[in-house]
């Protein structure tokens, strides 16, 4: 007997909104397959308002009732049964957030859920990370958004220690990451990292996503420390205008994955890693596998 049913997660980042809706396919005697079925991203970017000005502009207010509006259709057109909406970094710190979140749920009826980092950290470790992870092996898992990064240790298959800091892709275009945070950073990182032997990287968010992808690994396969800081030197050789038309990237992708790229490779450097792995999972992809699993709470359309 198949029964399949879809659930939807909407991450409400400091970049970009995302709706993710999968098919949730249950059989008899079966593992549970989740597979993704729509993607939608709109790059509205409330980190450069919030982390800035302390909260959302009227102007991005509005594209949220639009983007929110959209999503609403768009689960319904698809037929989704259960779904979470979850905000990040730039809703945690917006003055105006509450009331924003208000008029989402009046006009929308959408519920939007602001979580802290370590809620965060806990939803995107629900992922099929445990699939990309040896047991034998240490790793630093770094999870880069716009307002803040993830840092997770996970040994001998456990997630042993975790921390959120304020050091996002939004923030260092912005130039308000103070170096002290840098500095609390790279500690935290030595000291986690130093009783291990060897560390190896995971990285998610969609500019190492998107790294990856342009190097053409296979699936599995790590990207050098050596690969990931020419890359990085290759990036700053363009202007910002070239690395839209000569690099192809998107226009709200194009500033972001230079300090993006920093981060990863800062991480990598205090933790003495050689290599980073990418799985290509996120926030999203979390959800819908916490909202599966019964672990977060979730509304029943």
């Known amino acids: ?114 979580i802290d980092g370590e809620e965060e950290a806990a939803i995107i470790a629900a992922t099929d990370l445990h699939t990309f992870i040896d047991p034998n092996k240490t790793y630093l898992y770094v999870d880069v ?11 001998n298959g456990e997630k042993v220690r975790s921390k959120s800091f304020r050091i996002g892709t939004v923030r260092l275009l912005n130039d308000i990451v103070k170096n002290e945070t840098w500095l609390e950073l790279e500690k935290w990182i030595k000291e986690n990292t130093k009783q291990y032997y060897k560390i190896e990287l995971i990285g998610s968010g969609g500019n190492i996503n998107k790294i990856f992808k342009v190097s053409g690994k296979d699936l599995g396969k790590p990207l050098t420390f050596f690969y990931l800081s020419s890359y990085y030197q290759m990036l700053q050789n363009y202007s910002y205008e070239e690395r839209i038309t000569k690099l192809n990237l998107n226009q709200d992708r194009a500033d972001v994955i230079i300090p993006a790229t920093r981060i990863y490779l800062s991480a990598m450097k205090w933790s003495g890693a050689k290599d980073i792995y990418v799985p290509k999972i996120g926030l999203s992809d979390g959800i819908i596998k916490s909202i599966y699993h019964e672990s977060v709470s979730s509304v029943t359309v």
């Open 145 to 155: 958004g716009g307002g803040s990064t993830e840092f997770s240790i996970i040994h």
């Open 1 to 114: 007997m198949l029964n399949i049913k879809k659930y939807a997660a909407i991450d409400i980042g400091s970049n970009a909104v995302r709706l993710l809706i999968s098919n949730i396919i249950e059989q008899e005697d079966q593992p549970v397959i989740f597979k993704k079925n729509s993607l939608v991203r709109v790059p509205i970017r409330l980190g450069a308002d919030v982390f800035v000005n302390g909260e959302i502009s009227a102007y991005n207010e509005q594209r949220m009732v639009d983007t929110m509006q959209a999503f609403s259709l768009l689960m319904k057109s698809h037929g989704v049964v259960r779904y979470k909406a979850c905000a990040t970094s730039a809703m945690r710190e917006a003055k105006n957030s509450g009331p924003l979140a208000k008029k989402i749920q009046s006009s929308c009826g959408i519920s939007i859920d602001i």
